[in-house]
């Protein structure tokens, strides 16, 4: 399954500048791919570089794109299905940012005393 989620990246990563021609989306990385083990579902985790609007809108543009990101899998892998995309926004990097601001400021905090 890595193997397939790795390669369902690799094609939407490739996808999504080619494909997709719109203003509207930003720059944009496919961070992960879950694929469900029937492989009729894919989950693609994208990060978004812009404030919380740009995001939406970025999203919002790829996920009415579905179809032509899921032709573009269909075309250059060989899976015996081709997975229905649900793309979602991957929060990992807002949240290893508070993460990396909290430490910071308990580490400045215990230095004071």
């Given at each position: 399954?890595?193997?397939?989620?790795?390669?369902?990246?690799?094609?939407?990563?490739?996808?999504?500048?080619?494909?997709?021609?719109?203003?509207?989306?930003?720059?944009?990385?496919?961070?992960d791919?879950?694929?469900?083990?029937?492989?009729?579902?894919?989950?693609?985790?994208?990060?978004?570089?812009?404030?919380?609007?740009?995001?939406?809108e970025?999203?919002?543009?790829?996920?009415?794109?579905?179809?032509?990101?899921?032709?573009s899998?269909?075309?250059?892998?060989?899976?015996?299905?081709?997975?229905?995309?649900?793309?979602?926004?991957?929060?990992?990097?807002?949240?290893?940012?508070?993460?990396?601001?909290?430490?910071?400021?308990?580490?400045?905090?215990?230095?004071?005393?």
């Amino acid at each position: 399954m890595r193997r397939v989620d790795e390669a369902i990246r690799e094609v939407l990563s490739e996808a999504i500048p080619k494909e997709i021609q719109d203003e509207r989306v930003g720059f944009v990385t496919v961070t992960d791919v879950e694929t469900s083990p029937d492989l009729r579902h894919a989950r693609v985790f994208l990060s978004v570089l812009g404030d919380q609007e740009e995001r939406e809108e970025s999203l919002s543009v790829l996920q009415g794109a579905h179809g032509r990101l899921q032709r573009s899998i269909a075309t250059q892998l060989r899976l015996k299905h081709t997975p229905e995309l649900e793309i979602r926004y991957d929060d990992s990097i807002d949240r290893g940012i508070r993460v990396d601001e909290i430490l910071e400021h308990e580490i400045s905090r215990e230095e004071e005393e």
